[in-house]
């Protein structure tokens, strides 16, 4: 998943009767109760074949599920084989996730699925291929300062490309600029109100301390949750007020992101980067190649200290304190920038975006023979990947290099759809609509592979207009106290009876959200205008660690959740009708994601790699929605900032006031356009 951030959901209103064939859906739902294939081994070298078909019922036979205790050795194996050191996280674009993909594959060829990803009779006929931008390669920085008519380069292991560093080369008068901030709402600025055009900005790394006291503090409060892995972390500027003193002495603390004073530099016109690191230790080299705009490089405090000598730069912090809160004394005033006279720079970077392949694995039972609905579809999806070994953006462990099993997140999920897929291939006769069961990939980085689907689908499908709805699974390994949320129910007014129907016998504690988006592959299907449910059993401590261990699963409450989403899929696929799609309505116990004073309601497509950042689509009544915002534009101005791609939006983002009205220019069709956007308030 995404993001784990989720918020108590209120009931959806009664809607209105499902119309089903019911004799037939009977006889089928008893025969689903026979099924019990063997167990699986744990490797995906062997896994079972499907259990031969249970006898015909009666169409007057009791419409039910019975749960298989079975089922939970099944999906018990499946999660430790997806969740096992093997398989080392399922990264993307990693091999665990290639042997993922295979072992999904070969469950679906032995339960005689019919391949729908590319050609060829192997398991790789199952797979849709695509290019997932993944990371990037970095080659060595190149740093030389000319002083006094001598230059002098910076050895290998003293510097290293900064995180959001642009290619290129640069060349400039050297500044001084403090620590590189700009917040106005603080009446701080490092760069005195003054743009450095064309100059190399020295910037010290962290944030100044300022002048205030302690009593302060409570005006702020503690920092955001989640700002540690955001890659904004700059909302406790809206907090302060220029008129009330005094300041919170740590007030800045959410303005020392890298990225941050990548994009200040770049308002001030400054043509490249300096950070100073506050020691002599330096960051990891960046495996993100979505550029600020602006080559950078960050050097050791001793390096700088040898350059620059006319900088009075501090000496090298201790390992255990050089942390990114530099200054010690607090400070009153920002100081003037401090060109160094007769100091050049010239900055060499090469950033390259890394791509590799991925893959969604598609498995189709067909419709039967004669059905006037055979050319529609049904989708129960989950996606199969996670984190690798962490050590990016999206892990909770920032800067643990280990293996983040996702056993939760979302080798649940996958162990779920294979116990449906197992369902329904054992189905004594064909449904009326064919099922497809779909194991997402890249997921994590984005929700690409449920992108690529519904933009690419399949040849035989046509285009995503035969999907008729889909059926999302998302970490649905944590069942506590019988409870499970079904989401996504505002997607179709058809969807309340179909869960409580399917609901009747197994004991859960069902919550009903209304949203059609979120933060997993069914919001790519909602903003091609299919109905969706999203089950999901909650967020947990060790939601993105190295500690979400497959020891922890619930596997009887993925059992239950296996039953719910065949008897839902089921249905789904006897309606006389098609489900009517409706706009999703913004549910009134859910604020703006991801931890941000104000919320705009837009849906970024992460798999956009221009100028700017592309809509999926925006939320209905939200917003961006109001203001005439839709899917299809590219957002390239929020306010007085440029945005350039995600990390841009998402600091312009941090910038906005809830209730204060903001122009945000979108490239319509390669027309801008400016539109008067009044945010709401986030979470």
């Not at 006031?657 to 945000?664: A, L, M, N, S, T």
Request: charged residues 20%.
């Amino acid at each position: 998943m995404v993001s784990a951030e989720r918020a108590a959901a209120r009931p959806a209103g009664r809607a209105r009767a499902v119309g089903l064939r019911h004799g037939f859906v009977a006889g089928l739902l008893a025969a689903l109760a026979a099924c019990a294939p063997s167990a699986a081994p744990p490797r995906g070298a062997s896994a079972p074949p499907a259990s031969p078909p249970a006898a015909a019922v009666a169409p007057s036979a009791p419409a039910s599920i019975d749960l298989d205790p079975a089922a939970e050795a099944r999906i018990k194996a499946d999660v430790a084989y997806l969740a096992s050191p093997e398989l080392a996280g399922r990264g993307t674009g990693e091999p665990g996730a290639e042997l993922a993909a295979d072992f999904i594959a070969r469950r679906f060829a032995e339960l005689k699925l019919s391949p729908l990803g590319g050609e060829g009779s192997d398991a790789k006929a199952y797979r849709q291929v695509f290019d997932a931008r993944v990371g990037a390669d970095v080659a060595p920085a190149a740093l030389a300062v000319q002083r006094a008519g001598r230059k002098q380069s910076v050895e290998a292991g003293k510097l290293v490309t900064a995180d959001g560093s642009a290619s290129g080369t640069v060349a400039g008068a050297a500044v001084l600029v403090g620590h590189g901030v700009t917040a106005a709402a603080l009446s701080w600025d490092d760069y005195g109100g003054r743009d450095i055009e064309g100059k190399i900005a020295i910037v010290l790394d962290g944030v100044p301390t300022l002048g205030g006291g302690a009593e302060a503090k409570a005006q702020v409060g503690p920092a955001k949750a989640g700002a540690a892995h955001a890659p904004t972390a700059q909302a406790g500027a809206a907090h302060a007020d220029p008129h009330h003193a005094p300041r919170p002495a740590d007030a800045l603390r959410d303005f020392g992101s890298v990225r941050y004073k990548l994009r200040t530099a770049r308002e001030h016109k400054a043509a490249g980067v300096i950070l100073v690191a506050a020691g002599d230790e330096l960051p990891r080299v960046p495996d993100d190649a979505a550029s600020m705009g602006i080559p950078a490089v960050m050097i050791t405090r001793s390096a700088a200290r040898a350059l620059f000598p006319t900088a009075g730069l501090a000496p090298p912090a201790k390992p255990e304190a050089a942390k990114p809160a530099a200054a010690k004394q607090a400070a009153v005033k920002a100081p003037a920038p401090k060109p160094l006279d007769g100091i050049t720079v010239e900055i060499t970077t090469q950033v390259t975006p890394r791509t590799a392949p991925a893959s969604n694995v598609i498995g189709l039972l067909k419709a039967r023979d004669g059905s006037p609905h055979a050319g529609e579809y049904v989708v129960v999806g989950a996606h199969y990947d996670h984190l690798g070994h962490g050590g990016n953006a999206h892990s909770r462990a920032p800067g643990v290099h280990a293996v983040h099993p996702g056993a939760d997140d979302n080798a649940s999920g996958t162990a779920m759809l294979l116990e449906v897929a197992r369902r329904f291939a054992s189905l004594p006769a064909r449904p009326d609509r064919n099922l497809l069961f779909i194991a997402f990939g890249a997921e994590e980085i984005g929700t690409i592979g449920s992108r690529h689907f519904v933009d690419h689908p399949p040849a035989p499908l046509g285009g995503i207009k035969p999907v008729v709805a889909m059926i999302n699974a998302d970490m649905v390994g944590r069942m506590q106290k019988d409870k499970l949320l079904v989401d996504g129910l505002g997607t179709s007014p058809d969807w309340k009876p179909i869960v409580d129907d399917a609901a009747r016998g197994l004991g859960l504690a069902l919550e009903f959200g209304v949203e059609g988006f979120g933060a997993s592959d069914h919001t790519s299907f909602t903003a091609s205008r299919v109905p969706v449910a999203f089950l999901f059993t909650g967020a947990h401590e060790d939601y993105h660690r190295p500690s979400d261990t497959a020891d922890k699963i619930n596997v009887a409450g993925v059992s239950r959740c296996a039953v719910l989403a065949a008897r839902m899929a089921l249905a789904l696929s006897q309606r006389d009708a098609r489900m009517a799609f409706t706009d999703p309505p913004a549910d009134p116990h859910r604020s703006g994601r991801g931890g941000f004073r104000a919320s705009l309601g837009t849906l970024p497509d992460y798999v956009y790699q221009g100028p700017g950042v592309k809509l999926t689509g925006v939320r209905p009544d939200a917003p961006a929605s109001r203001a005439g915002m839709q899917a299809g534009d590219v957002i390239v101005r929020i306010g007085a900032h440029a945005v350039t791609n995600i990390h841009d939006f998402m600091f312009a983002l941090g910038d906005l006031e809830p209730g204060r009205e903001v122009v945000i220019e979108v490239d319509r069709g390669g027309t801008r356009v400016p539109l008067k956007v009044i945010p709401a308030p986030g979470r």
